[in-house]
């Protein structure tokens, strides 16, 4: 999700995650229908486990800045539970931590589009904090057939399934890779951190193997080097 979104927009965030996840909740209930909840990363907040396995319960401040995203899909989670237990909605949730790949909003918030911009852009790369916090990065080919797997395999109902690359890497050495990658001369500028941000993030990803025999298959050069050259061709396209 875009900080930018859910921090401009908390009520919102919070009922599209609330009653937007109640009413299809109500359509599968309705139609019979397998059901699959898109939840984060961010239902672990700012962890004090390394890496996070599913069974973790996290660590959560329901009242800070990121708390609308955080809540709203840890209530998403809970109300997709709730709805199997009483009404026998056969549900999967897929806990997504940092995908990116083409097509990303410009302007989204998120680290990879931002420092993509920024560089490309001939702007300073901006970092909140040192950079030694960190993220682990998935690219969207490798989500999108993990999502496949939870969704079509037998099995699985009631299932909660981390997906994420666990390769971790800091927020400043992401902004290197991507200087290099663009051959940007962008500066670094460093901002004062921000409030309840994470300071690690890395998903454990032994269920994924063992119940949907996947592991991401891109390396985050491989997949920077794939998604650059669609923020390029759409950077030049706003210049112009």
């Known amino acids: 999700a875009s900080p930018k979104d859910y921090l401009r927009h908390p009520i919102h965030t919070m009922k599209v995650s609330s009653l937007g996840t109640l009413y299809t909740l109500g359509l599968a209930k309705m139609h019979g229908a397998r059901y699959v909840l898109a939840s984060s990363s961010e239902v672990y907040g700012d962890p004090q486990v390394h890496p996070q396995p599913e069974q973790y319960w996290g660590h959560v401040n329901p009242v800070g800045p990121r708390s609308v995203y955080d809540e709203a899909k840890r209530f998403a989670e809970a109300l997709c539970v709730a709805y199997k ?7 999967r949730i897929a806990r997504i931590f940092n995908c990116y790949g083409p097509r990303m ?4 918030g998120r680290a990879i589009p931002t420092f993509i911009t920024q560089a490309l852009q001939g702007e300073p790369l901006t970092i909140y904090g040192d ?11 490798d989500l999108v ?13 009631g299932e909660v399934v981390n997906i994420g690359n666990p390769d971790e890497t800091t927020i400043l050495g992401l902004a290197q890779k991507i200087k290099a990658l663009t051959r940007s001369s962008s500066p670094l500028a460093f901002r004062p951190p921000l ?13 994924a193997r063992d119940l949907l025999n996947w592991s991401p298959s891109t390396s985050l050069e491989e997949g920077l080097a794939m998604t650059i050259p669609w923020f390029r061709e759409h950077a030049e396209r706003v210049r112009r």
């Open 105 to 108: 909003r410009l302007g989204d």
């Open 131 to 141: 950079g030694t916090q960190t993220r682990s990065f998935c690219y969207v080919r």
């Open 85 to 91: 237990k009483e009404h026998g909605v056969r549900v």
């Open 145 to 157: 057939e993990a999502v496949y797997r939870l969704a079509t395999r037998e099995g699985l109902n």
């Open 195 to 207: 409030e309840d941000d994470p300071r690690r993030r890395r998903p454990d990803v032994a269920k």
